[in-house]
């Protein structure tokens, strides 16, 4: 029989294992970029999110925001994955969001919270079905972005199916129930996550989202996109 830490689950335990095969890329050029962007597109096709005639590389005008950090996930050197994400703040307010949910977020972000954004979260359809592991993978990029931005709150703007997996992994609360947003043909709902309230139940729960200072670093220190380290440690 495998022995196993009392602390962690064999589904976290196989997690863990599964990050051994991961690899966490920042797009350099355009032609990175725009495979992401052709994987969202089919990724938003298969769902029928997309309206009528959607371009097939599904981007917006917040891919190029000062405040947007884009991330791909290779698995043996296949893209796999990818999720976007922005910081938003006093002095960075803007983010995909805001566009439908202004009323709820800007009480919170003229408090001074800080709030990470995540977007686009796609998977590529060979590896959904190779790799059942890869969205909690995937996921751990918000995560890390909470600890490294020093975060208050960690959206969750998602169809309203898929409030479950984010109220049972992280423990989203509903803020906002469906508002149609734009270049999607269904609406979606907005998911609040007090995170430095919450971040000690879930990584305790979930250790592989767990990650350290220098793997932060790595992942989102680059020109135009830096900032200081949090005093938080994971």
């Given at each position: 029989m495998c022995?196993?830490?009392?602390?962690?689950?064999?589904?976290?335990?196989?997690?863990?294992?599964?990050?051994?095969?991961?690899?966490?890329?920042?797009?350099?050029?355009d032609?990175?970029?725009?495979?992401?962007?052709?994987m969202r597109y089919a990724a938003y096709l298969r769902e029928g999110a997309l309206p009528p005639?959607?371009?097939?590389?599904?981007k917006d005008q917040y891919d190029e925001s000062p405040n947007v950090n884009t991330h791909a996930l290779y698995v043996e050197g296949h893209l796999a994955s990818s999720i976007r994400f922005h910081v938003l703040n006093r002095d960075q307010p803007d983010a995909p969001a805001m566009m439908v949910f202004?009323?709820?977020?800007?009480?919170?972000?003229?408090?001074?919270?800080?709030?990470?954004?995540?977007?686009r979260f796609v998977i590529e359809e060979t590896a959904a079905r190779l790799y059942p592991k890869l969205p909690y993978a995937t996921l751990r990029i918000p995560?890390?972005?909470?600890?490294y931005f020093d975060a208050d709150y960690v959206l969750a703007t998602v169809r309203s199916e898929h409030q479950p997996f984010y109220k049972r992994l992280f423990g989203h609360t509903v803020l906002c129930?469906?508002?149609?947003?734009?270049?999607l043909?269904?609406?979606?709902s907005l998911m609040l996550l007090d995170y430095k309230k919450t971040r000690s139940s879930f990584l305790a729960r979930y250790p592989f989202l767990r990650s350290t200072p220098d793997e932060r670093r790595m992942t989102f220190e680059r020109d135009g996109f830096a900032a200081e380290a949090p005093a938080l440690t994971a």
């Amino acid at each position: 029989m495998c022995r196993m830490s009392l602390t962690e689950s064999a589904f976290s335990a196989a997690t863990r294992t599964f990050l051994a095969m991961v690899e966490y890329r920042s797009p350099d050029t355009d032609g990175e970029k725009e495979r992401i962007y052709r994987m969202r597109y089919a990724a938003y096709l298969r769902e029928g999110a997309l309206p009528p005639g959607a371009p097939k590389i599904f981007k917006d005008q917040y891919d190029e925001s000062p405040n947007v950090n884009t991330h791909a996930l290779y698995v043996e050197g296949h893209l796999a994955s990818s999720i976007r994400f922005h910081v938003l703040n006093r002095d960075q307010p803007d983010a995909p969001a805001m566009m439908v949910f202004r009323d709820k977020l800007e009480p919170l972000i003229e408090a001074g919270a800080t709030i990470i954004d995540p977007t686009r979260f796609v998977i590529e359809e060979t590896a959904a079905r190779l790799y059942p592991k890869l969205p909690y993978a995937t996921l751990r990029i918000p995560c890390m972005a909470s600890e490294y931005f020093d975060a208050d709150y960690v959206l969750a703007t998602v169809r309203s199916e898929h409030q479950p997996f984010y109220k049972r992994l992280f423990g989203h609360t509903v803020l906002c129930e469906a508002r149609p947003y734009p270049s999607l043909a269904k609406p979606i709902s907005l998911m609040l996550l007090d995170y430095k309230k919450t971040r000690s139940s879930f990584l305790a729960r979930y250790p592989f989202l767990r990650s350290t200072p220098d793997e932060r670093r790595m992942t989102f220190e680059r020109d135009g996109f830096a900032a200081e380290a949090p005093a938080l440690t994971a």
